[in-house]
Nanobody
Framework: QVQLIESGGGLVQAGGSLRLSCAAS????????MGWFRQAAGKEREFVSV????????VYANSVKGRFTISRDNFKNTVYLQMNSLRPEDTAVYYC????????????????WGQGTQVTVSA
C-alpha cells in the first residue's frame, strides 16, 4: 500500500506560481504512473496531468497545457506539479494519485489517492 501526502498549496494571486509536492511512502512507487487531479467546489474531480513511471512521458489536460509541468523524482519518492500563470479558475483541491496503469490514471480510476491540498487563486 502506498500513502501519499500532498503539500505546497496555498493562496496566490492570478498570474502567480505554486509548486505542489506529493510524497509517497509505504512501498516504492517508482514502477507506477503518477498523476494530479483537482476538484473545485461544487464540481466533479477532473484530471490535470499524469507522468509515466520513468518520467519521460507526460499528459496534460487542455486547460493546463503550457502552464503546468508535472515531474517526479523516484529517488525521493516525490511527484511535483509546477503551476505557472495561475488563474482564478484553477482554484480547487488538488489530489495526487497513482496506479500501475497510465490509462487508469487518465480515466480517473487510480489505485490510490492522497488527501488533497487546497489551491486558491485570487483575481
Amino acid at each position: 500500500q502506498v500513502q501519499l501526502i500532498e503539500s505546497g498549496g496555498g493562496l496566490v494571486q492570478a498570474g502567480g506560481s505554486l509548486r505542489l509536492s506529493c510524497a509517497a511512502s509505504g512501498r516504492t512507487f517508482s514502477s507506477d504512473a503518477m498523476g494530479w487531479f483537482r476538484q473545485a467546489a461544487g464540481k466533479e474531480r477532473e484530471f490535470v496531468s499524469v507522468v509515466s513511471w520513468g518520467g519521460r512521458e507526460t499528459v496534460y489536460a487542455n486547460s493546463v497545457k503550457g502552464r503546468f509541468t508535472i515531474s517526479r523524482d523516484n529517488f525521493k519518492n516525490t511527484v511535483y506539479l509546477q503551476m505557472n500563470s495561475l488563474r482564478p479558475e484553477d482554484t480547487a483541491v488538488y489530489y495526487c494519485a497513482g496506479d500501475s496503469s497510465t490509462n487508469r490514471l487518465i480515466r480517473g480510476i487510480p489505485s490510490y489517492w492522497g488527501q488533497g491540498t487546497q489551491v486558491t487563486v485570487s483575481a
